[in-house]
C-alpha cells in the first residue's frame, strides 16, 4: 500500500539510513596544496566531523554544545553557530524528551558510558527526527569527564515505519480479532463495544461511537468509546446525555445516510458540509471520519433472502484536540470494521429472527406438549376413572352372593364375579372369555339356552330354575338376563342369577303350612256344617219355629267360616305368590257372561237384575278363574247392596282416549244402585276386613276379603282396580287388564 | 232304578257319617265306609260299588296313592272314584282329574247335594 510519509520533503534512499546530503563525497579543505598535507588534512578533527555520516554532537560538562557536525546542520537545518553555547534540551529536543535528556546527560557526567538511547529532535521548520544515540565521555588525566561525544543515526523513518507497521499489524489484527469475534460470537453490543474501543486506542482519537439509525424510530447510540484524556468542553458535551445530544438529531445523521465515507481533516477545509459544521462546532470537533454501515433492513417479516443492504448507522471517529490526518489506512480500516460490524448486524438480526422462529417454535411445540400432557392426563384421569369404577364394580359384585356376569352374542362371558368360584369351583379369573356351555353342566345349558337366546335378540327374561352345583348339592335359582342394547343392536346380556333355595324352601313350608291348615280347618268345618245341613232338612225330626231358627243361625255362620277360610288362604297364597297365574287369551264377552251366570241365583235370591252393556268383542291377557273371582266378588257386593228390584249393570271397554295406543288395558265395570262408598274410604275400601261400617259384614254375610282379593288379582294382572262412587246413590268399580300382546312376558 | 252303593273312604269319622247320612237320606243310596287307604281297597274288592268317595289328605295312604293301587288292581280299576278335598281350590284339579278320577268336590261339602253333585259327574240321570 501507498502512504504519505509525515516527514518535510527530504530526499531519502530507499532503505531509509540518513544520508547528510546528495554528495557522497565531503570536500577536504582547500587549504592544504599538496597530497600530502591532503591526506593529513583526513586526520583533521573537523573534516572527519563533518565527513562522517552520522550526526555528530560534541558537549561540554554543562551540556552545551560545543561542535555540531554537518550531517546534523543538514538533518535539523540548524547550522552550528545557531546551537552552539545551546544545551540540546533548550529547543533541540521535542519537550517531552528534555527532562529524559537531562537525566541522561547527569549519568554519563557520573560516568555511565555507552548508553544507547533514542531522542526525538525538532528541525527548525518544527519537522521531528527520530534518533538513535551512543555516546562515548572524554575523561582528562584526573578522570574528570571535559566532554561528551554524542554520535547518532536518524531511525526516524524506521521509527515510523515500524510504527506504520505495528499500528498495521494492529489493525490488521483488531480487524482479525473483530472479524473473529463476528463469526464466533452473537452478541452485538459486544462486538459494537469492542470495535469502538478498539479502535478509540488504534486511531488515538477522542471519540469514536457507533449510531444506529433505525427507520421508525430516533437516532440512538449503539456504542461508544471516550478517550479518557479529553479534556475541556468537548468532554463535557461529549457526556451530555442522550436524547439531548446533538449526534443524535436527526439532520446530522440525515447528512451522512446518502454518503459514502466521509473524511473531515479539519474544520477549515473545503467539502465541509455547512448543516453539520454547527453540531461539530458545538462538540469541538476539530477532525471526523464517518463510515456507514450498512446492513438488511429490518422487517417484521423476517430477512429475505437478497434483500439489498440499506443504511443502518455510522462509525463515526471524533478528534477533538486538534484537527488531524486521517491515512488512507485508517480509513480503510473504519470501512472494513464498518463492514465487519454489518455483517454483525446482518448475523444479529438473522440470530434474532431465528431466535423469534425458535421462540415460537418452542411455544408452539410447549404448547402441543401442554396440550397432548393434558390429553395425557385427560386419558390417565379416564383411565383411572375406569378402573376406578370396574374396581368399585368388582368391589360390589364380588361381595354380592349372586352370579353377576355379562355375556356376548357368542355365549362367552365377558365380565364374572367372584361368586363364580363358589358356585362352579373353577378360579373366577378363569372364566373370562370361555362359553357358558364349557362352565355350567349340559342340562343347565339346555335348561337356560332358550332363555339365552330370547334375551339375545332383545328381550329381558326372568325365570326360576333348579341347579345343580359342583358339590352335587341341589339349589333352586332365579336367573335373569337383561339384553345390552347399543344404538339398537344387542351386544351381549348381563346375568343375575341368585340363589333361591331358601326362599323356594320357605314357600314349600308355606305351602304346606297353607295346606295342612287348611285341611285342619276345613275338616272339622265339613262335619259342623254338614250336620246342621241334614238336620236343616227336616228329614231327620221337625224342630219348632226357634229351633229352625237357631239351625239356620249355625248354618249360615258356618258358611261364613267357610267363605272366610277360603278367603284368607286365597289372598295370603295369592299374596306369595304361590298362585301362579297362567294367563290366556280370555274373550271379554265370556268373561262377563259366565260371571253373569255364576251369580244369577244369587241375583234371584236377592231380586236384583243383572246386565251386561254393550260390549264391543275385545280380549284380554289374562288368567281366567281369578278374573272370574275377581268379578263375582263385585258383582256379590253390588247384589247384596243394591236395593230390591234394581240392576247391576256389567261392561267392558277400551277407554277413549287412547284407544288405539298398543298396549291400551280393557277397562272393566260393575255398576250398581246401592247405598255406595263414602269418598274417604275409597281407598281404604279395597284393603283386608275394611267395611264402609260395622254392620255390614254381620249382615250381609260378607268377609271383609272380597275386595282385596279383587285387588291381589288385578294387580297380579299388571291392571288397576279403583272405585267411583257417590256415597247414598250408587258404586261403580273399575278394573283394567292387558289386552294379549305380540311378544309374551312372563306376568 | 237300583239304589246305589258307595264306599266312602275318609279317616275323619264325623266326616263319614255326614256323608253317609245325606247320601242316605237324600240320596236313598247305600253306603260303606272306611277308616283308611287299605280298608278301603278291601273294601273295594268285596264288595260291589258304584262308586267311590275317596279323601285325597289322609295319613299313611293318601288319597292318590290309594286311588293308584286301586287303579292297578284289575278288580277295582273300573270304578269311579270322586276325590274329596279340603286343599285349595285351583291346582288340585287337573292333577287329579290327570290321575283318572272322575269328580272333584271340595270340603265342606253340603251333604244334601252330595249325591245330585256325585250323579251330575258320573252321568246319573
Known sequence: MAFLPLLPKAPMSSDGASTSNTDSAVNLPSSSATDESAHEAILDTETLLNAAGSLIVVFDRQGKIKRFNRTCETTTGYIEKDVQGHCVWDFLLIPEDRVAMQGIFRQLMNGQTNTYYESTWLGKAGETHVIAWSNTVLTNRLGRVDFIVSSGIEVTQQRHSRRQLEGQYRQSHLLAEITQKVRQSLELEEILQTTVSEVQGLLGCDHVFILQAPPESSVRLAAEAITTLAQGPAQSLLRRPWPTNPLLQSDYVEHYRRQSVSVIDTMDGPGVAPEIVDILNQLAVKSELAVPILAHGHSDDGIKAGQKDGFWGLLIAHHCMQSRRWSPLEIDLMQQLANQIGVAINHAQLLEHLEDIVVERTAKLTETNQQLRREMDERLRTESALRRSEKQLRLVTNALPALVAYVDIRHRYRFNNYAYETWYDIPYQQIKGRQVSDIVSLEVYQQILPYLEQALMGESVTFESEMIQSSGQRLWASISYIPDIQDGQVKGLFSLVSDISDRKAAERMKDEFVSVVSHELRTPLTSVHGSLKLLSTGRLGTLNGQGRELIDIALKNTERLTRLINDVLDLERMSFGKVTLVPVACSVLDLLQSAADAMQPMADEYNIQLAIRPTEALSVWAAPDQVMQALTNLLSNAIKFSPEGSTVWMQARLPGKEPNKVDAHVEFLVKDVGRGVPSDKLETIFERFAQVDSSDARERGGTGLGLAICREIIQQHRGRIWVKSIHGQGSTFYFTLPQPTASPSAL | ?125
Open chain 2, 1 to 125: 232304578m237300583l239304589s246305589k252303593q258307595i264306599l266312602m273312604i275318609d279317616d275323619e269319622s264325623d266326616i263319614q257319617t255326614v256323608a253317609r247320612i245325606g247320601l242316605t237320606i237324600v240320596g236313598g243310596w247305600q253306603v260303606l265306609t272306611a277308616n283308611s287307604g287299605r280298608e278301603g281297597i278291601a273294601q273295594a274288592k268285596s264288595h260291589v260299588l258304584d262308586a267311590i268317595l275317596l279323601d285325597v289328605m289322609m295319613p299313611d295312604m293318601d288319597g292318590v296313592a290309594t286311588l293308584k293301587a286301586l287303579k292297578a288292581d284289575i278288580s277295582t280299576q273300573s270304578i269311579p272314584i270322586i276325590f274329596l278335598t279340603a286343599k285349595s281350590r285351583a291346582i288340585n284339579r287337573k292333577e287329579l282329574y290327570a290321575l283318572g278320577a272322575q269328580g272333584v268336590i271340595h270340603k265342606p261339602f253340603d251333604p244334601t247335594t252330595l249325591s245330585s253333585q256325585i250323579s251330575g259327574f258320573l252321568g246319573w240321570d
